[in-house]
């Protein structure tokens, strides 16, 4: 059975910093690219950034809103992907979700996704 | 990158075939094909209905189609059914290492 769960989510106090993991099984963990997606309550999804494969170079790429304050990285030795959050916002309040491509590379995501974890940035 | 535009809502009695589009611009949606589609119920994650334009994953039923011409992108539920009562995303990879989602639809079978 394929998972993805995630954690790590909680209450920050702006400019704080969080991290999340994903913990991935029951699919080639390795070989795929993953992404975060967030949903802030009530509202769309949007795509945050995603990490490649190792032979996809473990390239990275973010949304224009997260550049130069998150990071995306994984430890494909445990099937973790994280996402460090710095510099934390009050717009960053969201369920975030990590989520996993068809591919190792770039090409289409959400194969997999997981239950999501609540980041709450208060004003 | 701002999202692609779907409309706010659609609305079907069950049996008919309601149609939902996501309209961008030809840099959203890169020159690619990789464009998908998810449901998504209240309070839960997501759900990939379909992959690569027009591909359903495995278990997803056949009343789900997709399609893309030019800027838009579209999906089709065929014989609505009360569980299709949903929201609805496209995705798209736009190029240049970014993806763009859709800003959602919510299916209302009457």
């Known amino acids: 059975e394929v998972q993805l769960v995630e954690s790590g989510g909680g209450l920050v106090q702006p400019g704080g910093s969080l991290k999340l993991s994903c913990a991935a099984s029951?699919?080639?963990?390795?070989?795929?690219?993953m992404h975060w997606v967030r949903q802030a309550s009530g509202k769309g999804l949007e795509w945050v950034g995603r990490?490649?494969?190792?032979?996809?170079?473990?390239?990275?790429a973010y949304a224009a809103s997260v550049k130069g304050r998150f990071t995306i990285s994984r430890d494909d030795s445990k099937n973790t992907a994280y996402l460090q959050m710095n510099s934390l916002q009050t717009e960053d309040t969201a369920v975030y979700y990590c989520?996993?491509?068809?591919?190792?590379?770039?090409?289409?995501?959400?194969?997999?996704w997981g239950q999501g974890t609540l980041v709450t940035v208060p004003s | 990158q701002s999202a692609l535009t779907q409309p706010r809502s659609v609305s079907g009695s069950p049996g008919q075939s309601v149609t939902i589009s996501c309209t961008g611009t030809?840099?959203?949606?890169?020159?690619?094909?990789?464009v998908s589609w998810y449901q998504q119920y209240p309070g839960k994650a997501p759900k990939l209905i379909i992959y690569?334009?027009?591909k359903r994953p495995s278990g997803v039923p056949d009343h789900f189609s997709g399609s893309k011409f030019g800027n838009t992108a579209s999906l089709t539920i065929s014989g609505l059914q009360a569980e299709d009562e949903a929201d609805y995303y496209c995705?798209?990879?736009?190029?240049?290492?970014?993806?763009?989602f859709g800003t959602g639809t919510m299916v209302t079978v009457l």
């Open positions: 030809s840099s959203d949606f890169g020159g690619y094909d990789y």
């Open positions: 029951g699919f080639t963990f390795s070989g795929s690219a």
């Open positions: 995705s798209s990879y736009a190029g240049s290492y970014t993806y763009v």
């Open positions: 690569d334009v027009n």
């Open positions: 990490i490649r494969s190792k032979t996809n170079s473990y390239g990275t």
């Open positions: 989520t996993s491509a068809y591919c190792g590379g770039d090409c289409s995501l959400g194969r997999y």
